[in-house]
């Protein structure tokens, strides 16, 4: 097997393009796949200093890398999730990186900063990934804007957009459909929200990282046992093996004749989000979700009221870290 570029041997086939490269080449096109969808959707403008949502895992680290090659002075931020062991070797893995690539890392963890983990929240009738997507979305947010990004960078891979759009069709979750884009626009409360990996998979992030020889986190979260999500990408990675091309075909096809139509359908699009009352993120109640679970997670027996968390919100802002370069 020949690399289609150089005609040197390949190293990777990539049968959803009819395709196989070398080791540089394969790297050529990872940038190309990156840079593309960055101009195509209008994701980091000139001069704007994204900040990247850095999870130890293969796809953040290569895209962090991969910003950090097309010239964006990409800074990282990682959440401690205190999942265990997981979580500790998770954000030796982001340190790492940060070290060796002598970029900014800023730290924040959920037991310290909010006052509890994960499994605790999962232990209050929550299961964990729907509490742990909803403390990152929150905190990620709030920390990019707090420290003055204006753009918020995601290592969502192509697997990652089809299961969950393969997901959002089954439950025909509009609200959800409506904001599944590359590029969540910011205002409001909001950094904007890119996702610059969208045309790349599982296989070839992780394939980009071992040839750049990036360190990452391989072990399977211990609380993923159950999630929706990984189901449904066992469904989609036994279709795409009898046709490949199906994962691109769902999903690019879904932005370019589906999307369009929900214009107009999400609560952020029809002005139906107010402030917080107690954190002043946007939210459609008196109560963001984020700060439901704090208290549900903190004190189940605490019934949630706007005033509940202001002081213990104002005394951790301080304990957020920085590491690495700055
Ligand atoms: Fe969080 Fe679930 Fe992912 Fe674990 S598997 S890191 S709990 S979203
Ligand atoms: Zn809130």
């Given at each position: 097997?020949?690399?289609?570029?150089?005609?040197?041997?390949?190293?990777?086939?990539?049968?959803?393009?009819?395709?196989?490269?070398?080791?540089?080449?394969?790297?050529?096109?990872?940038?190309?796949?990156?840079?593309?969808?960055?101009?195509?959707?209008?994701?980091?403008?000139?001069?704007?200093?994204?900040?990247?949502?850095?999870?130890?895992?293969?796809?953040?680290?290569?895209?962090?890398?991969?910003?950090?090659?097309?010239?964006?002075?990409?800074?990282?931020?990682?959440?401690?999730?205190?999942?265990?062991?997981?979580?500790?070797?998770?954000?030796?893995?982001?340190?790492?990186?940060?070290?060796?690539?002598?970029?900014?890392?800023?730290?924040?963890?959920?037991?310290?900063?909010?006052?509890f983990t994960i499994p605790e929240a999962a232990a209050q009738r929550r299961t964990p990934c729907s509490a742990c997507g909803l403390s990152?979305?929150?905190?990620?947010?709030?920390?990019?804007?707090?420290?003055?990004?204006?753009?918020?960078?995601?290592?969502?891979?192509?697997?990652?957009?089809?299961?969950?759009?393969?997901?959002?069709?089954?439950?025909?979750?509009?609200?959800?459909?409506?904001?599944?884009?590359?590029?969540?626009?910011?205002?409001?409360?909001?950094?904007?929200?890119?996702?610059?990996?969208?045309?790349?998979?599982?296989?070839?992030?992780?394939?980009?990282?071992?040839?750049?020889?990036?360190?990452?986190?391989?072990?399977?979260?211990?609380m993923?046992e159950g999630n929706?999500?990984?189901?449904?990408?066992?469904?989609?990675?036994?279709?795409?093996?009898?046709?490949?091309?199906?994962?691109?075909?769902?999903?690019?096809?879904?932005?370019?004749?589906?999307?369009?139509?929900?214009?107009?359908?999400?609560?952020?699009?029809?002005?139906?989000?107010?402030?917080?009352?107690?954190?002043?993120?946007?939210?459609?109640?008196?109560?963001?979700a984020?700060?439901r679970l704090t208290d549900q997670a903190t004190d189940p027996q605490h019934r949630s009221?706007?005033?509940?968390?202001?002081?213990?919100?104002?005394?951790?802002?301080?304990?957020?870290?920085?590491?690495?370069?700055?």
């Amino acid at each position: 097997m020949k690399c289609r570029r150089c005609r040197a041997d390949a190293v990777i086939e990539l049968p959803q393009h009819r395709t196989a490269f070398c080791a540089e080449c394969f790297l050529h096109h990872c940038r190309q796949q990156v840079r593309r969808t960055i101009e195509k959707y209008s994701m980091i403008g000139a001069g704007e200093r994204p900040l990247m949502a850095i999870s130890g895992g293969k796809d953040s680290l290569a895209a962090w890398d991969l910003l950090l090659d097309l010239g964006y002075d990409a800074d990282g931020v990682y959440l401690g999730l205190g999942i265990g062991g997981y979580s500790d070797r998770s954000g030796e893995y982001a340190r790492a990186f940060a070290h060796q690539r002598g970029v900014k890392l800023i730290e924040l963890d959920l037991a310290t900063d909010v006052g509890f983990t994960i499994p605790e929240a999962a232990a209050q009738r929550r299961t964990p990934c729907s509490a742990c997507g909803l403390s990152k979305r929150h905190l990620l947010n709030t920390v990019a804007l707090e420290h003055g990004y204006t753009v918020l960078v995601t290592g969502h891979n192509l697997d990652d957009e089809a299961a969950v759009l393969f997901g959002n069709v089954m439950r025909w979750d509009t609200e959800y459909l409506a904001r599944q884009q590359p590029v969540l626009p910011g205002g409001d409360g909001f950094a904007r929200r890119v996702k610059p990996l969208v045309r790349l998979g599982e296989r070839e992030t992780a394939a980009y990282c071992i040839i750049r020889r990036i360190d990452y986190q391989v072990e399977e979260c211990p609380m993923a046992e159950g999630n929706r999500h990984l189901g449904y990408k066992e469904l989609l990675n036994r279709m795409e093996e009898r046709s490949p091309g199906t994962k691109l075909e769902f999903y690019n096809g879904f932005l370019r004749r589906m999307q369009p139509l929900l214009d107009g359908v999400s609560s952020q699009d029809k002005g139906d989000l107010g402030s917080c009352g107690r954190c002043g993120s946007p939210t459609t109640g008196e109560l963001c979700a984020f700060c439901r679970l704090t208290d549900q997670a903190t004190d189940p027996q605490h019934r949630s009221t706007p005033r509940g968390r202001r002081g213990r919100k104002r005394r951790n802002n301080s304990r957020r870290q920085v590491v690495g370069a700055g």
